[in-house]
T-cell receptor
Framework: DTGVSQNPRHKITKRGQNVTFRCDPI?????LYWYRQTLGQGPEFLTY????????KSRLLSDRFSAERPKGSFSTLEIQRTEQGDSAMYLC???????????????FGAGTRLSVL | GEDVEQSLFLSVREGDSSVINCTYT??????LYWYKQEPGAGLQLLTY?????DMKQDQRLTVLLNKKDKHLSLRIADTQTGDSAIYFC???????????FGSGTQLTVLP
């Protein structure tokens, strides 16, 4: 399977616990994005990586959130001290970007659904 | 307010055409996208259009872009029950060229 893979698919945790999600992008893709989707809404941008460099973070990404892409391949998203408001679907997408202003076709994984009790 | 707006619901009869509409605000958007999301699943890219195009056709899908009015539509011909899903329009903007999505249109196909 050469698509974007996310693990786990579901995570249930208690308020105050830390959680970590993993995303494996399509292998030749240089960009990796994290989005959050709440019920009835479209995905919202959180952050992105160009290779191993994290280049932009949304204001939605509070200090409790941290993302890494250590070798420019897979990425992890950690949420510390989870709150009930963190309950959402966390989506990862990857793309191959070669030209400034060129198309940026993002392919999405199936997501990790987080429930904070 | 949202940068990308869509109507929330659409119901059609099997075999009819569906038209899903979207308006966006960023005139500098160069690419616009349509994604499909089935329950509990991620987003599947359906098609995209470059802003210097008016129309793009891909099998049963036709995308129309009115750049002056910042209006995008997706027409699905011969709609089938398997087309029932949420459809998102998205524009690519910002230095990261992250996607900005609408809230999605829930398409229900009735037998």
């Amino acid at each position: 399977d050469t698509g974007v893979s996310q693990n786990p698919r579901h995570k249930i945790t208690k308020r105050g616990q830390n959680v970590t999600f993993r995303c494996d992008p399509i292998s030749e893709h240089n960009r990796l994005y994290w989005y959050r989707q709440t019920l009835g809404q479209g995905p919202e941008f959180l952050t992105y990586f160009q290779n191993e460099a994290q280049l932009e973070k949304s204001r939605l990404l509070s200090d409790r959130f941290s993302a890494e892409r250590p070798k420019g391949s897979f990425s992890t998203l950690e949420i510390q001290r989870t709150e009930q408001g963190d309950s959402a679907m966390y989506l990862c997408a990857s793309s191959l970007v070669t030209l400034a202003g060129g198309k940026n076709i993002q392919y999405f994984g199936a997501g990790t659904r987080l429930s904070v009790l | 307010g949202e940068d990308v707006e869509q109507s929330l619901f659409l119901s059609v009869r099997e075999g009819d055409s569906s038209v899903i509409n979207c308006t966006y605000t960023d005139s500098s958007s160069t690419y616009l996208y349509w994604y499909k999301q089935e329950p509990g699943a991620g987003l599947q890219l359906l098609t995209y259009i470059f802003s210097n195009m008016d129309m793009k056709q891909d099998q049963r899908l036709t995308v129309l872009l009115n750049k002056k009015d910042k209006h995008l539509s997706l027409r699905i011909a011969d709609t089938q029950t398997g087309d029932s899903a949420i459809y998102f329009c998205a524009e690519s903007m910002g230095s990261a060229r992250q996607l900005t999505f609408g809230s999605g249109t829930q398409l229900t196909v009735l037998p």
